[in-house]
């Protein structure tokens, strides 16, 4: 949209409509902006668990899928313990 402003109305306008739609923008969340605490970023237990299972299902997956794109039938993949190792 910008750039089509840009195109139509030349830089200086371009300008005035960004800064314009950054004060709005502004008064936006100043009025109905949303807040994040400490506790909605930690990992539960439980979700730690959900994610390490489709992390090696993910992985379990695209060795298999890998192996039959190069013609190599009936591979399985060997299931891969992530919870070993540190993930950052």
Do not use: W
């Not at 008064?27 to 299972?53: A, H, I, W």
């Amino acid at each position: 949209m910008v750039h089509a402003f840009y195109e139509v109305y030349g830089s200086e306008k371009a300008g005035e409509l960004l800064t314009s739609l950054a004060r709005i923008f502004a008064v936006f969340l100043q009025e109905y902006g949303f807040s994040c605490s400490l506790d909605d970023l930690v990992l539960t237990p439980e979700f730690n668990k959900q994610r390490r299972m489709l992390i090696e299902d993910s992985h379990k997956h695209g060795v298999e899928t890998a192996a039959e794109f190069t013609g190599l039938k009936n591979f399985k993949a060997k299931s891969y313990n992530y919870s070993n190792r540190v993930v950052y």
